[in-house]
């Protein structure tokens, strides 16, 4: 692939990456927030889709097409913007991966009350605090990671 394609389809699954991620929170933090469980466990159930669907390809595309720019641009992987790059990158997806397993856990307790018409229980709103409090440092992580990609200042 010459680097044009390659550049486009890096940029366009960041996209994707980081638009699916800040819309699923969105969607999902408000819809908790309303605390009705039959709206919370809809839109989870959608939010771990979407997930599946976007985020994990996205997860795979953007180092896949991330090397084979530097490959092509001959940028040696020890540039410092390349490893700070990589290792937020790191820190988004260490951050992800409990995410993905708090929203699987999350779903079913919205299940759940939603079926017996019960309230949200205490552990669903245990789950959403570390789900907010993983989902800041990867926000953040990403957002430098942009950055460092488009300015490379290092």
């Known amino acids: 692939m010459d680097y044009v394609t390659v550049k486009w389809l890096h940029i366009l ?3 994707f990456l980081f638009g699916t991620g800040i819309g699923s929170a969105f969607y ?12 919370v466990y809809v839109v989870i159930k959608y939010v771990v889709i979407a997930d599946w669907i976007f985020t994990a390809t996205t997860v795979v595309a953007q180092p896949m097409t991330g090397f084979y720019l530097l490959h ?3 940028v040696p992987l020890t540039s ?3 490893m700070w790059s990589l290792a ?3 820190v988004a997806g260490l951050c992800w991966l409990p995410v993905v397993w708090l929203q699987l856990r999350m779903r079913e307790l919205a299940r759940s009350a939603s079926t017996s018409g019960s309230p949200l229980p205490a552990l669903y709103w245990s789950y959403f605090r570390l789900w907010i409090a ?3 440092p990867a926000f953040i992580a990403l957002i430098v990671v942009f950055y460092l990609m488009v300015a490379k200042p290092l």
């Open 13 to 15: 699954s960041s996209t």
């Open 28 to 39: 999902m933090f408000f819809a908790t927030l309303n605390k009705d469980p039959r709206v």
């Open 72 to 74: 092509l641009m001959r």
């Open 80 to 82: 410092r913007w390349v």
């Open 88 to 90: 937020l990158y790191v």
């Open 134 to 136: 993983l989902g800041i």
